[in-house]
């Protein structure tokens, strides 16, 4: 069992008071976007060794079947299949999405043959992995999720009362969904002289008084990003408020964009990200046509269950699983021992995590690892997130 020292990742949409609320330390002025807890190769946890610190990866490198277990270093390979992150978000983030394990894979191999470096700006793929996450709200959260329904956003672009839209408010009443979908989504990739102008200035109009925090949120964005075309592939995208403990999961090829709030993050641990606007990094408008599913499903808000006394956030994937402890004092100690590794992570309150006879206090913000096969058992008065892989089987 090892407390975690982690890396606070200072991205400019990221906010400069909710992570240090939460931890209950000072400031520091500057944004701070995102901790990271976990063996990802570009910011690595790092815990305690003969009075060293060495890096998470290091260690799971050096005995992968003793940390990750059997099963977890057979289905994944020598590496942490997971990622957790506290993610703080006070300004957009840019449109996004995810590659699945095939399209990953194969543009990292192509990206390699090319001789693209790893840590080149423009490169798209950075590891072989797919990169499925889920977040969970630990205050008032928004976000854009999916594709919303075509006749829905045509009766959006309707209302903002802009001519240079009827085009594609033609196109999304009138042709299947995905095509429709697939063909304004390309349009606005590059859009017509004037059009993101004319967009921009009816948001304003739309937002003052309007009542809608749809509305409010799409001329938000409009004035973070001037001019970046980002914006009109948002309106695409279906608006989504979360309440703390509600999730939501995203899938591989789903635009998606978090707006503001504080939540934990869960990730299949990957660094692959193609972006369509709300951003200086880089873009590449084909790849990511290559990669979007142009589909209109209802964005789903996801609830715990409970599960083995512990409150489980569903997820249909195998490379992590995530559950909620909340502790009252008193009450009887939280037991899991599993055939996986484990992160333990406080977001409230002080808890002591147990293991084979030793314990580790650990308030907000703090996170503890435990290799496969190690007891976790967690007492105190507070909130935890456990993460561990989809695969794990209790062993006690």
């Not at 990739?189 to 003052?208: H, I, K, Q, S």
């Given at each position: 069992m090892d407390l975690l020292s982690n890396t606070v990742q200072p991205y400019d949409w990221g906010s400069r008071t909710l992570l240090p609320e939460l931890m209950g330390v000072r400031p520091t002025g500057s944004p701070q976007a995102e901790l990271w807890m976990g063996a990802h190769p570009a910011a690595p946890s790092r815990v305690s060794r003969g009075g060293a610190l060495i890096t998470l990866d290091r260690l799971v490198a050096e005995d992968p079947e003793g940390q990750l277990g059997a099963g977890t270093a057979r289905r994944f390979g020598p590496r942490l299949p997971f990622l957790v992150k506290?993610?703080?978000?006070?300004?957009?983030?840019?449109?996004?999405?995810?590659?699945?394990?095939?399209?990953?894979?194969?543009?990292?191999?192509?990206?390699?043959?090319?001789?693209?470096?790893?840590?080149?700006?423009?490169?798209?793929?950075?590891d072989d992995q797919h990169k499925p996450e889920m977040i969970v709200a630990l205050t008032a959260f928004q976000g854009l999720c999916g594709?919303?329904?075509?006749?829905?956003?045509?009766?959006?672009?309707?209302?903002?009362?802009?001519?240079?839209?009827?085009?594609?408010?033609?196109?999304?009443?009138?042709?299947?969904?995905?095509?429709?979908?697939?063909?304004?989504?390309?349009?606005?990739?590059?859009?017509?002289?004037?059009?993101?102008?004319?967009?921009?200035?009816?948001?304003?109009?739309?937002?003052?008084?309007?009542?809608s925090a749809c509305v409010v949120a799409y001329d938000r964005i409009a004035r973070t990003w001037p001019g970046d075309?980002?914006?009109?592939?948002?309106?695409?995208?279906?608006?989504?408020?979360?309440?703390?403990?509600?999730?939501?999961?995203?899938?591989?090829?789903?635009?998606?964009?978090?707006?503001?709030?504080?939540?934990?993050?869960?990730?299949?641990?990957?660094?692959?990200?193609?972006?369509?606007?709300?951003?200086?990094?880089?873009?590449?408008?084909?790849?990511?046509?290559?990669?979007?599913?142009?589909?209109?499903?209802?964005?789903?808000?996801?609830?715990?269950?409970?599960?083995?006394?512990?409150?489980?956030?569903?997820?249909?994937?195998?490379?992590?699983?995530?559950?909620?402890?909340?502790l009252r004092s008193g009450e009887p100690r939280s037991r899991v021992t599993l055939d996986a590794p484990q992160i333990v992570l406080c977001t409230a309150g002080t808890l002591t995590v147990v293991s084979a006879g030793e314990s580790l206090g650990i308030g907000p913000g703090q996170a503890v690892y435990l290799p496969a096969g190690a007891e976790a058992g967690l007492e105190g008065a507070g909130v935890a997130y456990r993460a561990t892989t989809g695969t794990a089987e209790r062993l006690g």
């Open positions: 506290l993610l703080a978000a006070d300004a957009p983030l840019s449109v996004q999405v995810h590659p699945d394990l095939a399209q990953a894979q194969s543009g990292f191999a192509r990206e390699n043959a090319l001789g693209v470096p790893l840590d080149a700006p423009h490169r798209n793929y950075r594709f919303r329904n075509p006749t829905d956003t045509a009766d959006l672009f309707a209302s903002l009362e802009v001519p240079a839209l009827r085009p594609y408010i033609e196109t999304l009443r009138a042709v299947p969904e995905s095509q429709a979908l697939a063909e304004v989504f390309r349009a606005f990739l590059r859009p017509p002289a004037g059009l993101l102008d004319a967009v921009t200035e009816a948001l304003a109009v739309a937002a003052v008084g309007s009542g075309a980002g914006l009109l592939s948002a309106l695409m995208l279906q608006y989504v408020e979360l309440s703390p403990g509600e999730a939501l999961f995203l899938g591989a090829g789903v635009p998606h964009a978090y707006l503001s709030g504080l939540g934990v993050e869960i990730m299949a641990s990957s660094d692959n990200v193609l972006r369509c606007g709300l951003t200086t990094k880089h873009v590449d408008a084909e790849e990511l046509i290559r990669v979007v599913r142009f589909a209109a499903p209802p964005a789903r808000v996801l609830v715990p269950r409970e599960e083995g006394g512990e409150e489980v956030y569903p997820a249909p994937v195998d490379d992590f699983r995530l559950s909620r402890h909340r």
